[in-house]
């Protein structure tokens, strides 16, 4: 089983809007028109199995209505089999209002995490401003995943840095916490130095790394951490679920290790 632990999806009546505004401030060509249907005839020419929809709220006041459409979409909850390949994470800004009510909504419907942006959101990511959400999330067993090193909505301010996250694990020491791009865009010799190995509860997906880490950082940051706490991640639709899994194929490691990365991570972490 081939497990996506990062994909994003749109509902039809915002995806050529959202994909045409991202595409315009990244510079990146999308794969793929931004929707369900398009991820999953992506998924299945590739061969993936299933992919977690990362969905985001921006602004406070999106919690709600984002999470509601994920929750439409969710193929754990729906009865719709056209979904059955999708897990959707919600999102909670932390200036969500009713913030407890809202992770309590996420975890009654059965979802399996929470994405967050602190780029997008606006704060760093080691600011107390998210210790509610975290500490929410953790007493109610739903793991978070935050996007982590550079990214194009701010070139030039890194809102979420390794220092940052060790800094979150030190305080939530019973928080699942995923970071996203193997701990970050343009930061991977820091994660490996200064993440790697040191927190039980702390994974790293592969999203975007084609192109972006060397084969030799790549390798680095999975000997130090352990591969039984990286999970396949491609960041569709930004690249290729594809493209990304012959990056994960083509490392040398023996089989089970990438077997581990590609779905057996991922299946346990989800809990299916």
């Known amino acids: 089983m081939i497990i996506d632990f990062h994909t994003h999806a749109?509902?039809?009546?915002?995806?050529?809007?959202?994909?045409?505004?991202?595409?315009?401030?990244?510079?990146?060509?999308?794969?793929?028109?931004?929707?369900?249907?398009?991820?999953?005839?992506?998924?299945?020419?590739?061969?993936?199995d299933l992919a977690v929809v990362l969905n985001i709220a921006v602004k406070p006041h999106q919690a709600v209505r984002v999470n509601t459409a994920a929750m439409e979409q969710d193929g754990q909850i729906t009865n719709n089999p056209a979904y059955r390949k999708f897990i959707q994470f919600g999102s909670l800004h932390p200036l969500t209002p009713n913030l407890e009510e809202e992770a309590k909504r996420i975890k009654a419907a059965g979802m399996k995490g929470v994405k967050i942006h602190p780029d997008y959101q606006g704060y760093y990511l080691n600011d107390p401003i998210w210790y509610p959400i975290f500490e929410l999330c953790a007493a109610l067993d739903l793991p978070v995943i935050t996007h982590a090193g550079f990214d194009p909505i701010s070139p030039d301010v890194i809102h979420a840095t390794p220092a940052h996250t060790g800094h979150v694990l030190k305080n939530f020491p019973h928080l699942t916490f995923i970071v996203a791009h193997m701990g970050g865009i343009g930061c991977?010799?820091?994660?490996?130095?200064?993440?790697?190995?040191?927190?039980?509860?702390?994974?790293?997906?592969?999203?975007?790394i084609r192109g972006n880490a060397s084969q030799d950082q790549l390798l680095n940051l999975i000997r130090r951490h352990g591969s039984d706490r990286i999970v396949f991640g491609s960041d569709y639709p930004w690249d290729g679920c594809g493209n990304e899994v012959k990056l994960i194929q083509a490392l040398p490691l023996p089989e089970e290790e990438k077997e581990k990365i590609l779905g057996g991570n991922a299946k346990r972490l989800l809990n299916l």
């Open 188 to 208: 991977f010799d820091e994660t490996a130095e200064t993440l790697g190995g040191r927190y039980e509860n702390l994974y790293f997906d592969t999203a975007f």
């Open 10 to 48: 749109f509902v039809d009546a915002l995806a050529e809007q959202a994909i045409k505004k991202l595409s315009a401030v990244s510079g990146f060509h999308a794969y793929g028109n931004g929707t369900h249907a398009a991820l999953s005839q992506h998924m299945e020419e590739n061969g993936i």
